[in-house]
């Protein structure tokens, strides 16, 4: 029977971690330490995988669910949610730290040794107030 959101907040920590589950490989892992965690079982090239989707209450279970169901068309696609969500955290990381200052800063890094003190700095400053 599908989980509601009154049986989950009647939920209590015991001594070992508890799965709850909703349906269709969604279920709540209750902590010790009392956090309730979402995550989604499924089998991808054979292999069985877990996919974190949130905590309560930060997640809803609506939102858990669409979450699922998000990965599930993914999955029927025949990609990889896991593999996908990994992607898209590496693009934005890069996005960060490819910024034309990520680059000067690096470049300036390895410039600035064989360079003056002073200069360097005077180099940085025209650096931060004409360019970034």
Do not use: C
Not at 8 to 30: N, T
Not at 72 to 100: C, H, S, V, Y
């Amino acid at each position: 029977m599908p989980l509601t959101d009154t049986a989950i907040k009647k939920l209590k920590a015991s001594d070992k971690p508890m799965k709850v589950s909703d349906e269709r490989g969604l279920y709540l892992l209750v902590n010790p330490s009392g956090s309730k965690l979402w995550r989604w079982k499924f089998r991808f090239d054979g292999k069985e995988k877990v996919l974190p989707l949130g905590q309560y209450p930060d997640t809803s279970l609506a939102q858990a669910r669409e979450a699922r169901e998000d990965a599930r068309k993914l999955l029927a696609l025949g990609n990889d949610p896991m593999a996908q969500r990994k992607a898209k955290k590496i693009a934005r990381r890069l996005a960060i730290e490819d910024t034309f200052a990520a680059i000067a800063k690096k470049w300036w890094e390895s410039w600035k040794a064989a360079r003056s003190d002073s200069h360097t700095l005077y180099v940085w400053r025209r650096l931060e107030a004409d360019i970034f």
